[in-house]
């Protein structure tokens, strides 16, 4: 069968995916040696000035190479951050245009895939980019789809994802089923309740189908700022103190920089000369002087991303043991930091009550009890946590839980949908 010029899009906070028609279907195409997924990550390689991508990029900033890394830039759609610029050696890009480039990559998996220039293309997009602000959410598409063109995408639609995957477990729904699809990502958990069964693969219109769905921005990368925040930063210098000079008291240090180590997209604005000095003024003034003097190492040597991959890694292996360390022997040798499981669920305590609450509200919208569900999908790589998954499935004690491709399944159906709504003419058909 003849590769068509169309392909499902999943630009993720922490892993992207792309789907094309191939001679057996609809599939995820390779990526990145062998994989069919590709960390959305960029590494500015300063000795030649090319850009690096997903593991190679992040490896490349293991390894030490002079360059800065940018992860999770998923999170500055919609928001004030998507027009600043970032000075890369001589070089100023907008996160715009960063994350072009990241598009841009995917694209051109796309077109070795498809055999063929990748014209038309539709996007995953999460119920909400932005929580209550629809002129926010409606920028962040609007520059999603402004990126996606400037690619060389001409034809370009938009699927929820948490739909996208609901496609995707279509394909092997046996009967037609209650379907509950649960996609908590990077950035944005996200739930649907769908009507699925073997012969919905067939219809053109599935609107009727779409029972609700809500969403929330709460995602993987919530978790590791505030898991970042309560174990790692108080060795940093969070929360103690300060005494200025002529004051009556100390004073808590300013937790802006310890705020913004811990989120992923906001670790590069640090490496400013300014921050530089503000850590140095504030190191004069601190009682536990030594942790601050530690913070501005790892601001002035640029690894901040390597405390949050260090967090990364423990949050990763508290879903499958109780204890993790947190190895920061990086930024300090022989520095690590032990945490527990319960460290990691009292710091998300509050998200997985926001969790459950848009969980119920999705139900409530379907007008099912959750008694009502025959199946519980689950997708996107924060669902291996353990007490997230808790919060997602007690609300349907009849429903069988299905494991879904943690990464892949988005943009499965994301291609899936790109074959429903462009057909194999290439031609527009009903959303």
């Not at 500055?76 to 841009?104: H, P, S």
């Not at 990748?118 to 929580?131: A, I, S, Y």
């Not at 140095?280 to 002087?289: D, G, I, K, N, Q």
């Amino acid at each position: 069968m003849e590769a068509k010029s169309f392909c499902g899009l999943d630009f993720g906070t922490s892993n992207s995916t792309v789907a094309v028609e191939g001679a057996d279907g609809v599939a995820l195409a390779e990526l990145e040696g062998g994989s069919r997924t590709l960390p959305s990550s960029i590494f500015f390689d300063f000795s030649n000035g090319q850009p690096i991508f997903g593991r190679a990029a992040i490896q490349a900033y293991v390894d030490g190479a002079d360059g800065r890394l940018m992860r999770s830039l998923k999170s500055v759609l919609g928001t004030a951050l998507m027009d600043e610029t970032v000075r890369i050696k001589t070089k100023a890009y907008t996160f715009k245009d960063i994350i072009g480039l990241i598009v841009g990559r995917l694209k051109q998996a796309a077109d070795a895939a498809a055999g063929a220039p990748v014209t038309q293309v539709v996007l995953g997009r999460p119920v909400h980019f932005v929580d209550d602000d629809p002129a926010a959410d409606r920028r962040a598409q609007d520059a999603l789809e402004e990126i996606a063109r400037a690619q060389g995408f001409r034809d370009i639609a938009f699927q929820y994802e948490p739909i996208a995957a609901a496609l995707a477990y279509e394909q092997t729904a046996p009967q037609e089923q209650y379907a509950l699809i649960c996609d908590i990502g990077g950035g944005t958990s996200d739930f649907s309740v769908v009507r699925v069964s073997p012969q919905g693969r067939a219809k053109a219109d599935r609107a009727s189908d779409v029972l609700a769905n809500k969403g929330v921005h709460i995602g993987g990368t919530d978790i590791d700022r505030l898991f970042s925040l309560k174990a790692v930063m108080p060795h940093l210098g969070l929360g103690t103190e300060m005494r200025l000079p002529f004051a009556d008291k100390a004073i808590l240090v300013p937790n802006g920089v310890f705020v913004d180590l811990a989120t992923w997209h906001r670790i590069n604005l640090l490496y400013t000369p300014k921050v530089s000095r503000d850590l140095e003024e504030l190191a004069r003034y601190a009682l536990s002087p030594e942790k601050i003097v530690r913070l501005a190492d790892i601001i002035e040597s640029r690894r901040g991303h390597s405390v949050a991959l260090a967090v990364e890694a423990a949050k990763i292996g508290l879903s499958t043991t109780p204890r993790a360390s947190i190895d920061l022997g990086e930024v300090q040798r022989g520095l690590a930091i032990e945490a527990d499981s319960g460290v990691l669920e009292e710091v998300i305590n509050d998200q997985l009550g926001a969790l459950e609450r848009t969980l119920k509200e999705t139900l409530a919208a379907a007008g099912l009890a959750g008694e009502r569900i025959d199946a519980v999908f689950l997708t996107g790589g924060s669902t291996a946590i353990p007490a997230v998954r808790a919060a997602v499935t007690g609300l349907t004690p009849e429903a069988t839980i299905v494991e879904g491709d943690m990464f892949g399944a988005v943009g499965l159906g994301l291609g899936l949908d790109a074959a429903r709504k462009f057909g194999f003419d290439g031609t527009a058909r009903a959303a």
